[in-house]
């Protein structure tokens, strides 16, 4: 089987973000240099094998499209959560790959998390196992930031700059009233803690925010919370507890994903149930959920670009010949800058980045200077976001194959 580098396709894949389309766009700009034709994937490596692929060639040049579908939240082309088998020899690599040679495709960009670089590995593996001239590159997202090899993740950014924000706002709401309350805010993130971190930046900044700051990597009891509050209660009346939805309490319901993660939820009202049932004050929960991830109205402006640029270095890599390789952050010493290298993906799949354990201050209901360093250049700067009719002008990706796109 033979293939040509003329041709490349694109998919999505895993939970979305504020800026997976920035990175999208990225891929978009810097194909439109090196390939006849970009195809989309619909809904990833599961609308590839239904044969649902979309020309995004017509995109090509086209740059006010190109920057609504950068500030645009969700994934453009869908996703999926499609666990390739570990056996090679499934006839679904031939599958996949039967299509890639009819299209006359011979790069595969898959942005995604560690499950999704699990499907750069396999896929990569099994085109050098059987000769095939095919390039796979892995595109990094996830606003968990747990992704290994990179110092950060396209859409930690807009989701820390998301989360922080609505924590200093909430404090301001909680703090108009003079009764003795808790507020608790439960953040996403699963095993790590990164997006927990950022809640606490307002406080860090303006000394008002998040009080506590409960994270996966600090280790977790019940005991230790009512034992904080009831300290904290004595100094005052309005307690703000950020709390992330995977520190250890059994609290995972629901069924398992193709990966085996299991859906994540209710810590945040099991410590409201069991502090009015232990302490008796005013308390109420918060999930903040999806918004962390589709809050496209606040997006950093540090985030989307960054995420456009290693779309295109993604480009860059894949015309050097390499594969199964992820595009990754290198940040520079001194001044807040970043550069793109290239990591195997076999190293990033299935692995966890988390908080390391400096980030958090001895007492583990909190974060060090050492962290907010880190976070604080990712959530700088704001996007120009054009509205109508007051609301968010969003792209809108076409169905079918080709077409044009429009703004809606």
């Known amino acids: 089987m033979g293939f040509s580098k003329l041709n490349a396709i694109v998919g999505q894949s895993g939970g979305p973000t504020s800026a997976i389309n920035a990175t999208l766009r990225g891929v978009i700009e810097g194909a439109s240099k090196k390939f006849n034709k970009l195809y989309g994937m619909r809904n990833g490596i599961s609308g590839l094998l239904e044969n649902r692929i979309t020309d995004l060639t017509y995109l090509y040049n086209e740059d006010e499209l190109l920057y609504s579908l950068s500030l645009t939240p969700a994934s453009a082309l869908g996703s999926c959560r499609f666990k390739l088998p570990s056996d090679l020899s499934s006839p679904v690599y031939r599958e996949i790959f039967d299509i890639l040679y009819k299209n006359d495709i011979g790069v595969f960009f898959y942005i995604g998390g560690n499950d999704s670089m699990d499907t750069v590995d396999k896929l990569s593996k099994y085109a050098k196992l059987n000769s095939l001239d095919v390039i796979i590159i892995g595109v990094p997202k996830t606003i968990d930031n747990d992704l290994i090899l990179t110092d950060h993740c396209p859409g930690y950014g807009s989701c820390a700059k998301y989360v922080a924000t609505t924590v200093y706002e909430v404090a301001r709401d909680i703090a108009s009233y003079k009764l003795p309350s808790v507020t608790f805010v439960e953040v996403m ?14 406080k860090c900044y303006f000394g008002v925010g998040a009080d506590l700051v409960y994270l996966p990597e600090a280790g977790f009891s019940s005991g230790r919370v009512l034992g904080d509050l009831e300290n904290m209660l004595k100094q005052k009346n309005d307690i703000l507890v950020s709390i992330s939805e995977g520190v250890s309490f059994d609290t995972a319901v629901g069924e398992e994903d193709a990966f085996g993660h299991k859906a994540l939820s209710g810590i945040g009202k099991t410590l409201e149930l069991l502090v009015k049932r232990e302490i008796g004050c005013k308390v109420r929960s918060i999930e903040l959920n999806l918004p962390q991830r589709c809050a496209a109205h606040l997006v950093s402006k540090t985030d ?81 976001i054009k509205y109508e009719m007051g609301l968010p002008r969003h792209f809108e990706m076409p169905d079918g194959n080709g077409g044009m796109a429009c703004i809606k």
Not at 189 to 202: F, K, M, T, V
Not at 344 to 368: H, M, Q, W
């Open 189 to 202: 993130g699963r095993e790590s803690g990164w997006i927990g971190c950022a809640s606490a930046l307002s």
């Open 304 to 384: 989307i670009e960054e995420s456009v640029l290693i779309g295109k270095r993604a480009v860059m890599l894949a015309c050097a010949e390499n594969s199964g390789k992820m595009a990754a952050f290198v940040r520079a010493q001194g001044e807040y800058s970043v550069s793109v290298d290239m990591v195997d993906a076999s190293l990033v799949a299935n692995a966890i980045k988390c908080v390391p354990r400096d980030y958090i201050n001895k007492e583990g209901n909190f974060i060090t200077d050492k962290c907010v360093e880190y976070i604080s250049p990712l959530i700088k700067g704001e996007m120009d």
